[in-house]
């Protein structure tokens, strides 16, 4: 059956049980039941994936999209997603495919073959497993990621980061970029609206950032579930003392969407407020997003404060770096890997090489 495949990580318990050991919810499951992020079964005492090669949703964006403003900026990213997700996020704006069980009847089937196939033919550089949780993805996006590495394609997540160390640790190696979604700074809020611990979110990223992949994070501001000030300033602080001064910080707007559409957008004043606390505390690469026209889309040199990088929502309409990624006004170096650009007409264009 086309998306069935013997999952990863379980254990079998007594009486055809199993355990589902890829996040760390842990789902004990009898024969015949669903997973509580609705693409593994029970299926006579073994566990099977039932999204494997079923993708809800492919196409080309810009990087700046993920939100990724220091990894390959202006790049294009072949982007993909299936259903589910290990998370109830109850603002959740692709909650159709995030909250929905594999359907290949506006669906389609790629194994991973056919997959780098299309990548290599679109020429992008890069492959991001977005728009729902990849982690639930686990066995196609690992299996992806080793073929694309091999054919010199990067691979992004755009995760959650709700995952447990073993197969965080067996995915590591062939992940090149990651942005984490940080939904707040409070298990509360995690226990009331996500259903998902996060310590072990916080674990998932140091270790990430420790091995190397390259590490952004996005804090949605929700009013009136995480947009405290005092909780707010305990997450910059841990970005702080864990990823460093120079790992990019993206303040997003939250819109109404699925459960929450009695909820206001977020004020502009609170993205500010909060923007500013971010800087204060001494985060290097603070970012304000669904804002487009704001002055914190824009990458500031931390010696100078000279825009370096200037934005309109995903698009750089201004490059002030030299070839080596160095501020052009102070010749201060600035935490961005990778670029190719080529200057055309006053817009700036990603060359593939």
């Known amino acids: 059956m086309l998306g069935r495949r ?7 318990l007594p ?8 996040c760390p919810r842990n789902c004990i499951l009898s024969p015949g039941q669903l997973s ?3 693409v593994r079964k029970n299926i006579d005492g073994e566990l099977y994936t039932l999204n494997y090669g079923i993708i809800s949703a492919l196409g080309i964006d810009p990087i700046e999209k993920k939100p990724l ?5 202006g790049s294009p990213i072949f982007s993909i997603s299936t259903f589910g997700c290990n998370f109830k996020c109850p603002w959740c704006q692709n909650w159709e495919i995030s909250q929905s069980e594999p359907n290949l009847s506006y669906a389609s089937y790629y194994p991973p073959e056919d997959l780098i196939k299309l990548v290599k033919k679109y020429r992008s550089p890069s492959i991001a497993y977005t728009y729902n ?3 639930i993805w686990y066995e196609y996006v690992l299996e992806t990621s080793k ?3 091999k054919e010199g394609i990067m691979n992004v997540l755009v995760t959650n980061g709700h995952i447990c160390m073993e197969p965080l640790e067996e995915l590591i190696p062939y992940i090149d970029a990651v942005n984490v979604d940080i939904k707040a700074f409070s298990q509360d809020v995690y226990s009331k609206y996500i259903k998902g611990y996060l310590e072990a979110v916080l674990e998932a990223i140091e270790e990430m950032k420790k091995k190397g992949v390259h590490v952004e994070t996005t804090y949605l501001v929700i009013p009136g579930v995480n947009d405290r000030e005092e ?3 305990k997450m910059v602080r841990w970005h702080l003392d864990r990823l460093g001064d120079d790992t990019p910080l993206h303040i997003s707007r939250f819109f109404p969407h699925y459960k929450f559409l009695d909820t206001s957008p977020t004020p502009t004043e609170t993205l500010e407020r909060l923007w500013k606390v971010a800087q204060e505390e001494g985060v290097k690469y ?7 026209g704001h002055r914190g889309e824009n990458t500031y040199c931390p010696s100078c404060q000279r825009a370096v990088i200037k934005r309109i929502g995903f698009a750089i309409t201004e490059w002030n770096l030299s070839e080596d990624n160095r501020c052009k006004f102070c010749g201060a170096e600035i935490n961005i890997r990778g670029r190719k650009w080529k200057e055309v007409g006053g817009h700036y264009w990603w060359l593939f090489i």
């Open 69 to 73: 403003f220091h990894f390959y900026p």
């Open 133 to 135: 949780e990849p982690i």
């Open 286 to 292: 603070v970012y304000v997003g669904n804002l487009p």
């Open 6 to 12: 013997k999952a990863l990580f379980y254990e079998k």
């Open 231 to 233: 909780e707010f300033r």
């Open 36 to 38: 509580f992020c609705k």
């Open 15 to 22: 009486d055809k049980k199993v355990k589902c050991k890829l």
């Open 147 to 149: 073929l694309a590495k």
